[in-house]
T-cell receptor, first 114, second 113 residues
Framework: DVKVTQSSRYLVKRTGEKVFLECVQD?????MFWYRQDPGLGLRLIYF???????EKGDIPEGYSVSREKKERFSLILESASTNQTSMYLC?????????????FGPGTRLTVT | GENVEQHPSTLSVQEGDSAVIKCTYS??????FPWYKQELGKGPQLIID???NVGEKKDQRIAVTLNKTAKHFSLHITETQPEDSAVYFC???WGAGSYQLTFGKGTKLSVIP
C-alpha cells in the first residue's frame, strides 16, 4: 500500500514564525502536491512538484514556498506565518505516468497560527 | 483554470436509501473524473473514477455516470449505510496532459440509521 506521512497532525505557531510542514511518500511517486482544506472551500492546490527540484505554483501559492530535494520528500514552508494561514494542510502523491492520475493523501496537518 | 461545481453541499439520507451527488465542469478537454471520500480525521481516498470514453462505471454499491456533452458527472450510492457518512469530493484533471486535479467544494453526506 502507498503510504504518505506528514510530520505532524497538529501544530500551533505564532504569527511571524517560519513554519515547515514535511511530507514523505514511500512508493517512488514522481508527483507530489500540497493542498489546504478550509470549510466550504474544498481542497485548493498550493504547489506541486513533478520531479526532484522541480515545482509549479498552484491556485494559491502566495505566502508559501516548497522544497523537494529528494524524490520521497516534499516540504511546504510558510516564510512568515499569518493567522489567515490557519488551516488543514494535506499532502498527496501520484505516479506521474500519465495513465494513473490517482492521488494518495496523507492524514493532514492542522495548523493553527495565533 | 478548470472550474468544478459540486452539489449539494450537504445531504442527509435514511439508511438504505440512495444518495446522488452531481458535479459540473467547464473544460471540455477534461478526460478523467474521480471521486474521493474523506472520513473524519483522514485524508481523502479515491473510491471510483471514470474516463471520458466511458459513460458509466459501477463498483458494488457505488456508481459514477458521465455526460460529456453536458459536462457533468454524478456519484450514486445505493443502499446507503452509516459507514458511508463522510465528505465526498469530485475532481477533474486540469487540462490535457496535466497531473493536476481540480476539486469540487465537497458534499457532507450523513446517513441516518
Amino acid at each position: 500500500d502507498v503510504k504518505v506521512t506528514q510530520s505532524s497532525r497538529y501544530l500551533v505557531k505564532r504569527t511571524g514564525e517560519k513554519v515547515f510542514l514535511e511530507c514523505v511518500q514511500d512508493m517512488d511517486h514522481e508527483n507530489m502536491f500540497w493542498y489546504r482544506q478550509d470549510p466550504g472551500l474544498g481542497l485548493r492546490l498550493i504547489y506541486f512538484s513533478y520531479d526532484v527540484k522541480m515545482k509549479e505554483k498552484g491556485d494559491i501559492p502566495e505566502g508559501y514556498s516548497v522544497s523537494r530535494e529528494k524524490k520521497e520528500r516534499f516540504s511546504l514552508i510558510l516564510e512568515s506565518a499569518s493567522t489567515n494561514q490557519t488551516s488543514m494542510y494535506l499532502c498527496a502523491s501520484s505516479l506521474g505516468d500519465r495513465i494513473s492520475y490517482e492521488q494518495y493523501f496523507g492524514p493532514g496537518t492542522r495548523l493553527t497560527v495565533t | 483554470g478548470e472550474n468544478v461545481e459540486q452539489h449539494p453541499s450537504t445531504l442527509s439520507v435514511q439508511e438504505g436509501d440512495s444518495a446522488v451527488i452531481k458535479c459540473t465542469y467547464s473544460d471540455s478537454a477534461s478526460n478523467y473524473f474521480p471521486w474521493y471520500k474523506q472520513e473524519l480525521g483522514k485524508g481523502p481516498q479515491l473510491i471510483i473514477d471514470i474516463r471520458s470514453n466511458v459513460g458509466e462505471k459501477k463498483d458494488q454499491r457505488i456508481a459514477v455516470t458521465l455526460n460529456k456533452t453536458a459536462k457533468h458527472f454524478s456519484l450514486h450510492i445505493t443502499e446507503t449505510q452509516p459507514e458511508d457518512s463522510a465528505v465526498y469530493f469530485c475532481a477533474v484533471v486540469w487540462g490535457a496532459g496535466s497531473y493536476q486535479l481540480t476539486f469540487g467544494k465537497g458534499t457532507k453526506l450523513s446517513v441516518i440509521p
